[in-house]
């Protein structure tokens, strides 16, 4: 029996729900329970593990922990029904997505999943929609998504720094499209200032010209007083090599 929840919508009344998240078997209820955002359905698939598309989705994150193989089978048609798709798992079979993870462990999925619609289900000082993460991952074949937060005066500039180390040049040469998310807390006691933007603007300022790069800022209650949380969505063909 397929297992299926819808959480409550009314807060996101405006938007849409054609964004869902799969996950392959009974491990992965406690990850497609606990990713906090309530316009996306989710759905833990049981055997038999069968799914098909409708004219409403537009983005599928399916996620595994075994089963790969029944993954893959409902991956691949989702991706040639032209919906974004996107791969949590090991031996993803490339072909049946637009973008599946590297360098991340299931323990890293429900932070991985909130990564990826917190841009694009609320509202952005500097907005990034689902148009924009579809080009930054539609046919990619891989991808990663890294964090990293600090305090103080040089709060950017330190994440930004921390955000280039692992970036190491071998990497960076593999990345064809980058997205940068700011997230800060509009209550906290050192607001976000224009200054603050030059370490942003400097380090895109190094970047091979060849990697399409789009940012945005974003409020986060979940942020402390004075903190920021510079978060990249790099994608590659390539990457996994990097």
């Known amino acids: 029996m397929n297992e299926e929840f819808l959480l409550d919508q009314s807060a996101f009344a405006n938007l849409p729900t054609s964004f869902r998240i799969i996950g392959i078997g009974e491990a992965t209820k406690e990850i497609i329970e606990s990713y906090g955002y309530d316009c996306v359905s989710a759905t ?3 055997e038999p593990f069968e799914c098909v598309p409708t004219d409403e989705d537009k ?3 399916i996620v595994a922990k075994d089963n790969e193989d029944h993954a893959n089978s409902i991956a691949k048609t989702f991706h040639e029904a032209g919906v974004l798709t996107i ?6 079979g490339l072909d049946c997505y637009d973008s599946v993870v590297s360098e991340a462990s299931y ?3 429900p932070y991985l999943i ?3 619609l917190q841009p694009i289900v609320t ?3 500097i907005a990034y929609d689902f148009n924009d993460l579809q080009t930054a991952l539609t ?3 891989h991808f990663l998504i890294k964090s990293v937060t600090r305090n103080g005066n040089e709060r950017i500039a330190e994440a930004i720094g921390l955000i280039k180390s692992a970036l190491a040049s071998s990497l960076l040469n593999k990345i064809e499209r980058l997205s940068i998310f700011l997230y800060f807390n509009r209550e906290g006691k050192q607001p976000l200032v224009m200054q603050e933007m030059t370490a942003l603007t400097d380090f895109l300022s190094e970047l091979p010209e060849s990697i399409y790069v789009i940012w945005a800022v974003y409020l986060d209650e979940g942020i402390k007083d004075e903190e920021i949380k510079v978060t990249i969505l790099a994608a590659g063909k390539d990457l996994e090599n990097g």
């Open 44 to 46: 833990v698939l049981t």
């Open 59 to 61: 983005m599928v994150i």
């Open 87 to 92: 791969g949590l798992l090991d031996n993803a």
């Open 107 to 109: 323990t890293e999925y």
């Open 114 to 116: 909130k990564s990826i």
């Open 123 to 125: 509202q952005g000082m």
């Open 139 to 141: 046919d990619t074949k």
